[in-house]
C-alpha cells in the first residue's frame, strides 16, 4: 500500500491542467469500490467527483451529454461486473446504452471522453487505477472543446431560457395551488 | 411535473399533494461539514469549505464538527434545525453506505422526512485520495457539496415500506456452520429448510480426524450435532440437493431446490450397505480425498446424516446386483431429478470451501512424486475410518514414514496462487505432527513455515507442545524438491532463514498444508443471491467489521468459510450470529425496506411499452384499459433502469428524479460562476 500511497508524489501533485471528470457510480459495486479505494488510501488524482446511481443502467444518454455540455473533460460509467449486477442484468442495459451514446459522441468528436469499466465492490485498487488511467486519457486529449467554444453561447441561452421557464413555473405552481 | 400521480400506481395521492406543497415551501438548508478527527480535516480545509458553501442560495446555516456522528454532532444538527427550520439537510462526511441511516434517523427525530437528507462523501471520496494534495481536495470538497446542496433542494418525501416476512428459513450448506444456523433458528421455533449438495450432512468438518488445539474426535462431537440436526421436528434436511433459481425479495424468496436422484427409496433404504458389499464397481473414494475405493453404490461414511445409501450413476455398470441384495426393495435404477419450490423469509449461505489443490501447479512436486500428499490426504490415513485404518504410510510402498515433512503456507501467502493467509493451516500442521508423533513416537518431524501463526485460544499451548515433544521447526520455504528415483524419498533443499544457511533435508513423506479456497459452486451461489465477490474470489460481507455475517443483500446472510477462512470455533459463532440475525426479520415478521422506487407519471405515458421488457422484475405492467404503464411497488427494486429507458420522460425513480440528477450534473463544474 506504501507504494500506492507514494505513487503520486506531493512535488508532482498541483502542477499543470487537472481535468474534470464526472463518474457516476452504481450503489452497490462502483461506489463501494471507490469507498474501498478510500479506506485502502490508494491515491488517484483529485480530477474525478463522483454521483451515486443505484445502478449503472439508471444513467441516461442525456445525462452524459449535458456533462459534456457542462463542459466535463471525461465521464466515466461504472458499474458492477457483468452477472454480478444487484438488479440481475441492469449492467447489460448500461453497456448497450453507453456503446451507443460513444457512437452517437464519434460525430462530435467526444467519444473518447466516455467510458464505461466494471468494477466490484473489492477492486479498490483497480478504482483508482481506472480514475489514473483516464485521467492520463483526458490529459492527452486536452480540455474538453465546449468549454472555450460552445459554452458561452451555451450560457448566454440558459440565462434566456430559464428566466422565461421560471416565470411560467411560478405560473404553473401557483394553479397548482389554486387548484387545491 | 407537479402533477398528482393517479390512482394507477400504488403512489398515494395525499403524498404527492404534500410534495407539492414541499416544493414551493423556501428550500432552508443546513450544512454539517464533519472533520472525521484528522481523516478529513487533515487534508480537507473544512472551515473554508463551510464558509464558502455557506455563501451559496439556499442555505442557511453551516457547521463543522470534529465527528459529525457523535452524539454532539448529530444535537448540533438536530439544534440547528430547530434554530434555524431547516427543511433539508446536508452531511459531508464518509460513506452513505455506513452512516446514511444514522443521520436519516437523526433528522427523522426531529419531524423532517428521512430522505430529505443528503449525503456527500468527502472522505472515502476526497481527502483519503488526496492526501497530498490539500489545496486540490478542499476544492473538490467544495465542488463535491455544492452538488450535494443543489440535489437536496429538490428532493422529496418518501416513505420507506413495509414488507411481510415469512417465517421460515433456508440454510443452503450443511457444514458445521450451516448445521449451526440451522439448529439456533430452529430451536427458536422456526422452520429451517437444510439444503445440502452432499448426500450426508457434516461437511468438511466430518472428514477431519481431529480438530485444534485440544485434538478431540472430529467426528465424535460432530456426529451428536448432525443427528441433533436430524431429529430436530424444525430443521427439514434436503441432502444431496441444490439450489437451483432464487427469486424474490427479503421476506419472501421462492427458491427452486433440485433433488438429484439417489436411485433408491429412502423410506425404505436402512443404510445396512449390503448393497455396497455386492457391488463389484470400485472408483476412488472423495471422502477420503481419493484415496481408497468406495463402490458405485455406498453410503456415504459410516456417521452419515442421513444414513442412506446413494448410487452413483455415472460408475454404476447396470448389473443390478444391488437390486437382489436389497432386503427391503429400496432400489430403484428409474428415479428421476425432483424439484421442490420453497417459501422462505431468508437465506443463510453456509457454502464452505474446499482446500487448495496443488495438482495442476505442481507445487513442491504434488502430482510428480508419490511421496508428496496434501494435509486432508494425511488427516484421512491418520483416522481410524480412513483407507489405512489409521496406520500413516506412503504412498509409494506403503511403510510407515520416519522422517515426515510439511510445507506450510501452500496456495496461501503466494501471489501465485493466493495472497491472503488461510488461518488455519499453521495448526493443523501442528496437530497433525503430534498426532503422528503419539502414535509413533520414533518418527522425525520438521515444519517449515513462513510465520507460525497461533492467534487464538490454546493455539500458542499447543504449538509449545509440539516442541515440548520434539517436532522441529525450520523457518523457510522449500526452493527446489526432487524424489530419489531408488528410494522414492523426497529431497529438500530448504533456506534456514533464522540460521542463515541452506539446508538439503530428506524425508520419506512431505506433507503439504494447502490453505482454504472458494468452494466449487461459489459464483453460482454467488449469482443466485446477487452477492458480491472479493478478488479472491470468496463472498463478501456488508461490512468487515460491524456487519460481518450481513450481506448487501437485505434478508440474506453468510456464516463460515463462504466469507473467508475461518477456524471451526468462528465458523460456528457465525453459524449463530446468521441465526440471531435472521431472528430480527422471522420474528418481527416484517422488514423495512427502501422506499426508492419508479414512478409513472400518467399524463406523459404514451403507452410504448418499451419499459416493460427492460423491468429485471416484471414489475410493469401495461394497463391496457388506458394505454399506460403502472408500476406494481411491492416488486419494484429501484434500479432505474426503465426510468433510462422512458423515451418521454414519464417514469422517474424517486430520490434519483432526473431533476436532482441533472442538478447535481450541472454542479460539478460551475465553481467560478456559482461563487460569483
Request: net charge neutral.
Amino acid at each position: 500500500m506504501s507504494t500506492e500511497t507514494a505513487a503520486i508524489k506531493p512535488e508532482q501533485a498541483g502542477n499543470g491542467w487537472e481535468p474534470n471528470i464526472l463518474a457516476f457510480c452504481c450503489n452497490w459495486c462502483s461506489y463501494a469500490g471507490a469507498d474501498l479505494a478510500g479506506v485502502s488510501r490508494f491515491q488517484y488524482p483529485p480530477s474525478v467527483k463522483i454521483l451515486r446511481v443505484m445502478c449503472s443502467s439508471r444513467v441516461e444518454p442525456a445525462f452524459i451529454l449535458k456533462a459534456l455540455r457542462e463542459g466535463a473533460d471525461g465521464v466515466l460509467i461504472a458499474g458492477c461486473h457483468i452477472g454480478d449486477c444487484h438488479y440481475i442484468d441492469g449492467n447489460k442495459n448500461a453497456e448497450v446504452r453507453i456503446n451507443n451514446t460513444k457512437k452517437a459522441l464519434v460525430k462530435l468528436g467526444l467519444d473518447k471522453r466516455l467510458r464505461l469499466e466494471w468494477i466490484s465492490a473489492s477492486e479498490g485498487l483497480r478504482f483508482s487505477e481506472v480514475i489514473k488511467d483516464f485521467t492520463e486519457e483526458i490529459k492527452k486529449l486536452g480540455q474538453n472543446p465546449v468549454n472555450e467554444k460552445i459554452k458561452p453561447q451555451i450560457n448566454a441561452d440558459e440565462r434566456r431560457f430559464n428566466a422565461s421557464a421560471n416565470s411560467l413555473a411560478n405560473k404553473s405552481a401557483a394553479n397548482v395551488q389554486g387548484s387545491e | 411535473m407537479f402533477k398528482e400521480v393517479s390512482d394507477m400506481s400504488d403512489n398515494k395521492s395525499t403524498e404527492n399533494k404534500s410534495t407539492v406543497v414541499k416544493d414551493n415551501e423556501e428550500k432552508r438548508v443546513g450544512v454539517f461539514v464533519c472533520e472525521c478527527g484528522v481523516n478529513i480535516g487533515g487534508v480537507v480545509n473544512t472551515r473554508a469549505v463551510a464558509d464558502y458553501i455557506g455563501t451559496l442560495q439556499g442555505v442557511k446555516v453551516t457547521s463543522v464538527n470534529k465527528f459529525t456522528c457523535s452524539d454532539s454532532g448529530q444535537a448540533d444538527i438536530q439544534a440547528k434545525i430547530k434554530e434555524h427550520n431547516l427543511n433539508r439537510v446536508v452531511v459531508a462526511a464518509c460513506s452513505p453506505k455506513t452512516h446514511e441511516p444514522t443521520f436519516r434517523a437523526c433528522i427523522e427525530e426531529m419531524g423532517l422526512n428521512q430522505y430529505f437528507l443528503e449525503f456527500v462523501n468527502i472522505r472515502d471520496h476526497c481527502s483519503w485520495i488526496h492526501m497530498w494534495e490539500k489545496e486540490k481536495a478542499t476544492e473538490k470538497a467544495k465542488d463535491l457539496i455544492r452538488m450535494g446542496v443543489e440535489r437536496s433542494k429538490l428532493l422529496e418525501p418518501l416513505q420507506a415500506s413495509e414488507v411481510p416476512v415469512i417465517d421460515k428459513a433456508l440454510v443452503i450448506g450443511a457444514g458445521v456452520a450451516g448445521m449451526q444456523s440451522a439448529l439456533d433458528l430452529a430451536d427458536m421455533g422456526f422452520q429451517v429448510y437444510l439444503v445440502e449438495k452432499e448426500p450426508s450432512i457434516g461437511g468438511r468438518m466430518a472428514r477431519f480426524d481431529k480438530v485444534f488445539p485440544t485434538n478431540d474426535c472430529s467426528i465424535c462431537i460432530l456426529g451428536p450435532k448432525m443427528v441433533e440436526v436430524a431429529r430436530n421436528k424444525n430443521i427439514k434436511i434436503m441432502s444431496y440437493s441444490e439450489v437451483k433459481a432464487v427469486e424474490g425479495y427479503v421476506g419472501n424468496f421462492n427458491v427452486k431446490v433440485e433433488h438429484k436422484p439417489r436411485y433408491l427409496d429412502v423410506v425404505k433404504c436402512t443404510g445396512c450397505a449390503k448393497c455396497s458389499e455386492v457391488c463389484p464397481v470400485e472408483v476412488p473414494y472423495d471422502f477420503n480425498e481419493g484415496l481408497g475405493t468406495r463402490k458405485a453404490i455406498y453410503v456415504p461414511f459410516p456417521q452419515a446424516v442421513p444414513l442412506r445409501a446413494v448410487l452413483d450413476k455415472d460408475n454404476c455398470i447396470n448389473c443390478k446386483a444391488c437390486a437382489k441384495a436389497c432386503a427391503s426393495g429400496a432400489i430403484n435404477y428409474d428415479m428421476q431429478t425432483s424439484y421442490t419450490d420453497l417459501n422462505v423469509g431468508v437465506i443463510i449461505g453456509a457454502v464452505g470451501f474446499k482446500t487448495y489443490d496443488p495438482e495442476p501447479r505442481h507445487d513442491f512436486g504434488y502430482g510428480l512424486y508419490d511421496n508428496i500428499i496434501t494435509a486432508m490426504e494425511f488427516e484421512r490415513l491418520l483416522n481410524a475410518a480412513g483407507p489405512t485404518g489409521g496406520h500413516v504410510v506412503r504412498p509409494s510402498d506403503c511403510k510407515e514414514p520416519i522422517r515426515v515433512g510439511f510445507v506450510n503456507c501452500v496456495g496461501s501467502r503466494d501471489k501465485n496462487t493466493n495472497i491472503y493467509c488461510s488461518g488455519v493451516c499453521c495448526m493443523v500442521t501442528i496437530k497433525n505432527a503430534q498426532l503422528l508423533k503419539e502414535k509413533r513416537p520414533e518418527t522425525d518431524q520438521t515444519i517449515m513455515y513462513i510465520d507460525i501463526r497461533t492467534p487464538f485460544r490454546g493455539y500458542e499451548e499447543s504449538y509449545n507442545r509440539s516442541r515440548n515433544i520434539g517436532v522441529k521447526f525450520l523457518r523457510g520455504r522449500p526452493v527446489e524438491v526432487k524424489e530419489d528415483p531408488v528410494t522414492k524419498n523426497i529431497k529438500v533443499r530448504v533456506e534456514d532463514t533464522l540460521a542463515g544457511e541452506i539446508r538439503n533435508l530428506e524425508f520419506d513423506l512431505l506433507v503439504l498444508a494447502t490453505g482454504i479456497v472458494p468452494n466449487e459452486g461459489i459464483s453460482q451461489i454467488q449469482q443466485l443471491l446477487k452477492l458480491s465477490k472479493a478478488a479472491d474470489g470468496l463472498l463478501m460481507e456488508a461490512h468487515p467489521k460491524l456487519k460481518p455475517v450481513d450481506t448487501t443483500i437485505d434478508g440474506v446472510f453468510l456464516a463460515g468459510c463462504a466469507s473467508g477462512p475461518k477456524d471451526i470455533p468462528y465458523a460456528v459463532s457465525q453459524g449463530s450470529a446468521c441465526a440471531g440475525r435472521a431472528t430480527i426479520l422471522l420474528k418481527n415478521k416484517k422488514a423495512i425496506t427502501e422506499g426508492i422506487t419508479a414512478v409513472v407519471e400518467p399524463d406523459v405515458c404514451v403507452g410504448c411499452q418499451v419499459c416493460i421488457p427492460m423491468c429485471p422484475f416484471q414489475a410493469i405492467k401495461f394497463d391496457e384499459k388506458v394505454n399506460k404503464a403502472n408500476v406494481v411497488k411491492a416488486l419494484c427494486k429501484g434500479c432505474g433502469t426503465c426510468v433510462a429507458a422512458c423515451p418521454t420522460g414519464a417514469l422517474e425513480q424517486s430520490h434519483f428524479k432526473n431533476n436532482q440528477l441533472l442538478a447535481q450534473i450541472k454542479n460539478v463544474f460551475r465553481f467560478e460562476e456559482v461563487a460569483a
